[in-house]
């Protein structure tokens, strides 16, 4: 029998976490709840919960101490943040700390639900560069943000790939052996239409054509070499909830 995913609800508000609690139980998961966060870290002690709801503002120890004790005791727990304040300090404290998303109350039961069904099931990317140390990197990097990593070294390898994965996002280098970004890019669309693509380059001013096509054909934008790696790994959140929500917008892309 498949283990049932475990959840985690911290908060102050019983009625809210008895509300939540049921839904939640009711969709099968195997919830757990209490009421602060040193009730909290000693149940992370003794049992590794799949994904932790805390709030932020919480009597005693708040959400994001709590939320870092529980990253130090078990970091494979999901934790996502609740909020009914405007608390961007802490938010951000929380996401620079590794929280893996924020909510904000009055609640969204199916976006909860939306989240946590899209994080066990995992978001694919797809790396494609013909540099291996730059593979190895993104791989490195990305898994430790909770994304499922491929990596293909050429345009063959990324569409063989894309032929049988479904393949969420793709990270794929313009210059690269046989086949181009580009071709690479659209091979991957006729199998993966609903693949987000994101052109990378270190050569700014040999690949501008290359580059303006691929936008043409509904890539989402361009990242220059050497990467931003914050700015990379917010792009991908950006995308990932863009898509939960349906409202997923390009961002204007500057040469």
Known sequence: MKKKTSILIVDDDTGMTETLSDILDDKGYDVASCGDGYQAIEMIKKKKFNFALIDIKMPGINGVETFKEVHRINPETKVIMMTAYS???????????GAFNVIHKPLDIQKIVNIIEKAVKGTLVLVVDDDQGTCESLKDILEKKNYKIGVAYNGEEAIHLAEKNKIDIALIDIKLP??????????????????????????????????????????????????????LITMLNDITLGKEKGNLKKPKMRY
Do not use: F
Request: glycine content about 6%.
């Open 178 to 231: 046989l086949l181009n970004g580009l071709e690479t890019y659209l091979g991957i669309k006729k199998n993966n239409p609903n693949t987000t693509a994101i052109m990378i380059t270190g050569y700014r001013q040999t690949t501008h054509a290359l580059i303006k096509e691929a936008l043409k054909n509904s890539a989402y934008t361009c990242l220059y070499k050497p990467l931003d790696m914050d700015k």
């Open 87 to 97: 608390v961007e300090e802490l938010v951000k404290e929380a996401l620079d700390g």
